[in-house]
């Protein structure tokens, strides 16, 4: 059974910084993974995704803030978030766009 478990949510003041990370369960040489949010009353949204060989790609409103990374020896990728702001609230979930495998979320909050 595949699984894609989020961790590193939290409250956070605007300006701050917080590390998201996703490990896959049950999947070997996970393809493309990505990083995707929804705020409360908007559609889902690409925030960024990582080849398995390290290309990134972003969405224009996080470049310059955000990060994304990955671990493929620990099924892991990483989004740093930098720079946030209350508009940066949403569930971020993390996902294989291939096989439309999804996790379950984590909830950031950013305070202004």
């Known amino acids: 059974q595949v699984q894609l478990v989020e961790s590193g949510g939290g409250l956070v003041q605007a300006g701050d910084s917080l590390t998201l990370s996703c490990v896959g369960r049950g999947i070997f040489s996970i393809p493309t993974m990505g990083w995707y949010r929804q705020a409360p009353g908007k559609q889902r949204e690409l925030v960024a995704t990582i080849t398995h060989g390290g290309s990134a790609n972003y969405a224009d409103f996080v470049k310059g803030r955000f990060t994304i990374s990955r671990d493929n020896a620990k099924n892991t990728v990483y989004l740093q978030m930098n720079s946030l702001t209350p508009e940066d609230t949403a569930v971020y979930y993390c996902?294989?766009?291939?096989?439309?495998?999804w996790g379950r979320g984590t909830q950031v909050t950013v305070s202004s």
């Open positions: 996902s294989v766009p291939q096989f439309a495998y």
